[in-house]
């Protein structure tokens, strides 16, 4: 193991920060009383209590625009991409694949609990599934040679075959024949999981809307008639449209072909934007809308109303598929990069507000400012707001980069898209401090003492 770890510090060290690879000389020298020169990480002042500060997040941002040339070369190639790289949310690893970095996995267990609760409100029953997934489970449902060259496969050392799955009706079906007859007491039986799914994409781009590993929320759902399916259907569509509502995002919920899953019925649960893969025909005059594929070609005139025009638009898509066992997805990483996708603006992240990885971001004065004195003001408001809020304990970060203006401070958090942001300054000197409090969301800012800034923040909903 010595061995082992010496070549790995050989490897990998020098290539890491010179702040972080300043060794202590000898241990004598230590236990001799002699202390090693400070490097720059020693002299980082520690972080108060349950307050998160921004110098100490691993959040490697780069948000001086990288626009023009890379989006040239093709880096690029959506705006969410753009500015979830520059604002360290994510970081590429090889094709199709990315870091999720800290703030990224807030968000991420944020929508992970949103989904959890709806899907647990209609009675869904939570398991995690092997992402290993054996080659003859495959072969006997036929879809080992149709799924073609989007599976990853592989052989262990013994040459059996497996797959990364990308889904896991096989797997889920195997492991209910397993376990005998079903009781009409469990039914309908709804098991779903959320985990890693892999599929071998030709192209991958748009960062995380199309990659070659993503998290997916699947659910598979067991009725004894067909009837009972559709019930089961409707309940879990409702439930999809419940999700969409709570994030503020619109979508359009579209029929659909039921593609190599299979099945008697599907619809998509699109999101309408510029750069979505699928096309759609919605009618202005009634709630219809469907997939292209799924019509007539030239086909304008509506056919549940028979007096709309289809219209198209794009959308991207998460899709549940149903007979008398129903399979329903959502794109967890997709809907978290959609999302940023419609609400951002060029410059700027804007999150729906349950999944912004802090609710709140505290502004202190300039270093050495004419206001400096009410610094320590900042970190009491940012305290205190945790004590008389708890649902926004752990949500609010303190912007301790007092070397930096107030002014570049307040862009970075415009950038980053914290709902609200609290900035100290000339009016929190008063008698009475008053604090430019500032709605990302809409734009707004407003001076208010402590007692309406927590009034505000009340209102803030939390998961």
Not at 310 to 338: D, H, Q, Y
Request: with cysteine.
């Amino acid at each position: 193991m010595e061995v082992l770890m010496h070549h790995l510090r050989q490897r990998i060290l020098p290539h890491l920060p010179r702040a972080f690879t300043t060794p202590c000389k000898s241990h004598s020298s230590c236990a001799a009383g002699h202390a090693p020169k400070p490097t720059p990480i020693d002299s980082i002042s520690r972080p108060s209590t349950h307050l998160p500060l921004v110098s100490r997040l691993f959040q490697p941002s780069n948000l001086r625009d990288v626009g023009q040339e890379s989006r040239a070369q093709g880096e690029m190639t959506c705006k969410s991409q753009r500015l979830m790289q520059q604002a360290g949310l994510i970081h590429p690893s090889n094709p199709g694949c990315y870091y999720f970095l800290p703030a990224t996995v807030r968000s991420m267990e944020k929508l992970v609990r949103l989904i959890d609760q709806e899907m647990q409100r209609i009675g869904g029953q939570k398991l995690d599934m092997p992402s290993l997934c054996s080659a003859e489970l495959w072969r006997r449902s036929e879809r080992w040679d149709l799924m073609g060259k989007e599976l990853f496969r592989l052989r262990d050392r013994h040459g059996a075959e497996y797959c990364l799955g990308p889904t896991h009706e096989e797997a889920v079906t195997e492991l209910l024949a397993s376990q005998g007859t079903l009781s009409y007491r469990q039914l309908p039986l709804m098991l779903y999981q959320m985990t890693r799914k892999f599929r071998d994409e030709p192209k991958p781009r748009f960062g995380l809307l199309r990659g070659r590993e993503f998290y997916m929320k699947d659910m598979y759902t067991f009725d004894v008639s067909e009837e009972a399916a559709y019930h089961t259907y409707e309940s879990v569509c409702q439930a999809y449209n419940r999700l969409f509502s709570r994030l503020g995002l619109r979508i359009v919920q579209v029929q659909a072909d039921t593609g190599k899953i299979g099945g008697k019925l599907s619809h998509e649960f699109q999101l309408p934007a510029d750069i979505g893969e699928d096309r759609l025909l919605v009618c202005g005059s009634c709630s219809f809308s469907a997939n292209v594929e799924t019509m007539e070609p030239g086909r304008t005139d509506c056919p549940q109303c028979q007096a709309g025009t289809l219209v198209e638009s794009k959308g991207i898509e998460n899709k549940p598929a149903v007979t008398e066992m129903g399979c329903f997805g959502l794109g967890v990483t997709r809907i978290l990069a959609a999302a940023i996708e419609v609400m951002s603006t060029e410059e700027a992240i804007r999150w729906p507000g349950l999944l912004a990885p802090y609710q709140v971001c505290v502004l202190p004065p300039k270093r050495g400012s004419k206001v400096d004195e009410v610094a320590g003001l900042a970190e009491e408001v940012a305290l205190s707001l945790g004590e008389a809020l708890p649902s926004l304990r752990g949500e609010v970060v303190l912007d301790d980069r007092t070397q930096m203006t107030i002014g570049k401070r307040l862009k970075d958090a415009s950038q980053l898209g914290y709902p609200y942001v609290v900035a100290l300054g000339q009016k929190a000197t008063e008698e009475t401090p008053r604090f430019e409090v500032i709605c990302q969301q809409t734009g707004e800012t407003m001076f208010l003492n402590r007692d309406g800034l927590v009034d505000l923040l009340r209102r803030v909903e939390t998961v």
